[in-house]
């Protein structure tokens, strides 16, 4: 039997890739694989449909707003398009989403805030946890956490977790940006971008590689410089040969985050 349809997170997709066999593997049978579960860089999903045959899928939603919120249909998969290809796309039926700044107002088009959502599904809240389920819940709607942003034909992107965020010098940096330029370059197999304490600017950006072969730390910040603005661009590159993982298959940027600051200690966990 040969499976037509295949269901995985983006770590898993990477690391069936990266198999040492996955180069002779036969993947002709497959007709459709739908990824979920976190981000995907752009680096993994363009490597993963030039390889694949079938169309690609990917979900976005959580638990608390009843699972799947959106879908970037197949069709939507061009890679012809990458801008299109870093959208979470279109809220499924029934599902709301709003964008918010941080007074809870409505943002326009293009500009960044905190993604609502609501649904029939939605939690009712977390078991004996009214604080929690308050900061979380609001008038019907579930904070996602998730700072995205809308285009003009009503795709929508996931720029950041908020926790994620960089701020150094008072400039806000999502680090999913950055990972999306580091993922495209050829020797780099695996990218997480962290925020870690600077005496000067508060936070500074690290980026932490899985090589896919021998590569220098300045090639990688000269390769950001032609794509990003300058304080976008990590001041410095730690080299691992793997990430530390939640058990759902994302990456624990908590965890990654934990080495560098210690007992400094960060706003967000």
Known sequence: LHPTLLTLTPTMLQMLLDHPDAAGA???????????GSPISL???????????GKFMQFYGSTEAGGASSILRPDEHDLEDEAKLQSCGRPLPLVEFRIVDGEGKDVTDGEPGELLIRQPAITKGYWRQPET?????ES???RSGDIARRDAEGLYYIVDRAKDMIVSGGENIYSAEVENALSTHPKVAGVAVIGVPDPRW??????????????????LIAWCRERLAAYKVPKSVDFVEAFP????????KK???ARYWGNVGRSVA
């Open 245 to 252: 993982l939640v058990p759902s298959g994302k990456v624990s």
């Open 255 to 257: 965890d990654l985050r």
């Open 133 to 137: 389920t308050a900061g979380v819940l």
């Open 26 to 36: 036969d993947f002709s049978s497959l007709r459709l694989t739908l990824y979920a």
């Open 43 to 53: 680096g993994l999903i363009k490597r993963a449909i030039a390889a694949m045959p």
């Open 202 to 219: 508060g936070e500074a950006v690290k980026a932490i590689i899985i090589p896919r072969e021998e590569v220098e730390a300045a090639e």
């Open 140 to 142: 019907g709607w579930d």
